[in-house]
């Protein structure tokens, strides 16, 4: 099975800050990554598919971009409310792994 | 709207069996592959089965393969998920969620989720 690493795993940012977070597969998927926002006690969002198609609602200070294997979640401006934990995804094949997470702290 | 709810979840001992159910509402079960994604308390997401409209698809990560069972019931707009030989680590809120028209999507919508707990 494709694994897929998130790195990583926790950041602190200050508000205003470019955030990026790395998820890496261990085989190349094209671009069939996707990127989820978990807020604490709260459901996961689809926040960007196909590696950088933005889903609709989604504000424009995250972007998605890479292929193959190496991919990368860009909040250009880091707001309160992203505190959240941050999923990658593969769903080119099954099982459809997911990323181990990255915590996006405000410092 | 889209709606996703789960129920069926609870508290089973170690080798027993629970089902989940899944009511969707707001948009036509029978264009889009389903599937289910748990989350152990405290960790990660875990996608765990997914089902393609007309049932004739169904994949499971391998851990519950031969275990859990995944299907759907268009006319009654659900989704189910029958989870037998239950271990402590099946211990998860479990989710429901909407993937694409195509195999080839994520998932755009989740559910609540239903918390099982597998523990004698």
């Known amino acids: 099975d494709i694994q897929m690493t998130q790195s990583p795993s926790s950041l602190s940012a200050s508000v205003g800050d470019r955030v990026t977070i790395t998820c890496r597969a261990s085989q190349g998927i094209s671009n069939y990554l996707a990127w989820y926002q978990q807020k604490p006690g709260k459901v996961p969002k689809l926040l960007i598919y196909?590696?950088?198609t933005l889903q609709s609602g989604v504000p424009s200070r995250f972007s998605g971009s890479g292929s193959g294997t190496d991919f990368t979640l860009t909040i250009s401006s880091l707001q309160p409310e992203d505190v959240a934990t941050y999923y990658c995804?593969?769903?080119?094949?099954?099982?459809?792994?997911f990323g181990q997470g990255t915590r996006v702290a405000i410092k | 709207e889209v709606q996703l709810v789960e129920s069926g979840g609870g508290l089973v001992q170690p080798g027993g069996s629970l089902r989940l159910s899944c009511a969707a509402s707001?948009?036509?079960?029978?264009?889009?592959?389903m599937s289910w994604v748990r989350q152990p308390p405290g960790k990660g997401l875990e996608w765990v089965a997914n089902?393609?409209?007309?049932?004739?698809?169904?994949y499971y990560v391998e851990s519950v393969r031969g275990r859990f069972t995944i299907s759907r019931d268009n006319a009654k707009n659900s989704l189910y998920l029958q989870m037998n030989s239950l271990r402590a680590e099946d211990t998860a809120l479990y989710y429901c969620?909407?993937?694409?028209?195509?195999?080839?999507?994520?998932?755009?919508?989740w559910g609540q989720g239903t918390l099982v707990t597998v523990s004698s």
């Open positions: 995804q593969k769903y080119i094949t099954a099982p459809w792994t």
């Open positions: 969620a909407r993937s694409g028209l195509q195999w080839n999507f994520p998932h755009d919508s």
């Open positions: 707001g948009f036509t079960l029978n264009r889009y592959w």
């Open positions: 196909a590696a950088s």
């Open positions: 089902i393609k409209q007309d049932e004739k698809e169904k």
